[in-house]
T-cell receptor, first 111, second 115 residues
Framework: NAGVTQTPKFQVLKTGQSMTLQCAQD?????MYWYRQDPGMGLRLIYY???????DKGEVPNGYNVSRLNKREFSLRLESAAPSQTSVYFC??????????FGPGTRLTVL | AQSVTQLGSHVSVSEGALVLLRCNYS??????LFWYVQYPNQGLQLLLK??????LVKGINGFEAEFKKSETSFHLTKPSAHMSDAAEYFC?????????????FGEGTQLTVNP
């Protein structure tokens, strides 16, 4: 079991560029999440998907879109990157136990 | 709305000393509470969780936490710190409900262990 995988691990963008962060889980979990981590602010929820076919906004959704492609995959898209989106992005998934399992993260820098 | 406050963004202890990381929560419904650990350049790993069973919860690597409803606290402890415990620790609470387990995180506490 790979658990939760994320690609890419690192990315540098210029302001205005777009990109998609990929996330996949092999634990047959229904729910998936995207967080961003900034120094001194903990993790903040961007979007989540409670089950295949549904997505909902979290605490900080502005500037992002998501797609729950199937039960395994949940992608996060930045349509026009801004320096304020420089952060570490984590994907997570959960089944029926409320425990979330996290991927290794993507470090994104927007210049 | 639910929230978590971690008291102390940085905690420093000597190897072999007691580790105490503080977490207070606010919740309008009975909470589920979690402690996660993050080692440098890695994702978050679950240390332990409270889900309304025993109030004293034991986790991995010798850590434990006690749920105290009267104090709205869920402090993390370890009797004897090891160098390998140096990491960032996050307390989190769920929103509950049926549409996924939305976690609200505290700001994190960086633990340093001195030789």
């Amino acid at each position: 079991n790979a658990g939760v995988t994320q690609t890419p691990k690192f990315q540098v963008l210029k302001t205005g560029q777009s990109m998609t962060l990929q996330c996949a889980q092999d634990m047959n979990h229904n729910s998936m999440y995207w967080y961003r981590q900034d120094p001194g602010m903990g993790l903040r929820l961007i979007y989540y998907s409670a089950s295949e076919g549904t997505t909902d906004k979290g605490e900080v959704p502005n500037g992002y879109n998501v797609s729950r492609l199937n039960k395994r995959e949940f992608s996060l898209r930045l349509e026009s990157a801004a320096p304020s989106q420089t952060s570490v992005y984590f994907c997570a998934s959960s089944g029926g136990s409320d425990t979330q399992y996290f991927g290794p993260g993507t470090r994104l820098t927007v210049l | 709305a639910q929230s978590v406050t971690q008291l102390g963004s940085h905690v420093s202890v000597s190897e072999g000393a007691l580790v105490l990381l503080r977490c207070n929560y606010s919740s309008s419904v009975p909470p589920y509470l979690f402690w996660y650990v993050q080692y440098p350049n890695q994702g978050l790993q679950l240390l332990l969780k409270y889900t309304s069973a025993a109030t004293l919860v034991k986790g991995i690597n010798g850590f434990e936490a006690e749920f105290k409803k009267s104090e709205t606290s869920f402090h993390l402890t370890k009797p004897s710190a090891h160098m390998s415990d140096a990491a960032e620790y996050f307390c989190a609470v769920t929103h509950g409900g049926t549409s996924g387990s939305r976690l609200t995180f505290g700001e994190g506490t960086q633990l340093t262990v001195n030789p």
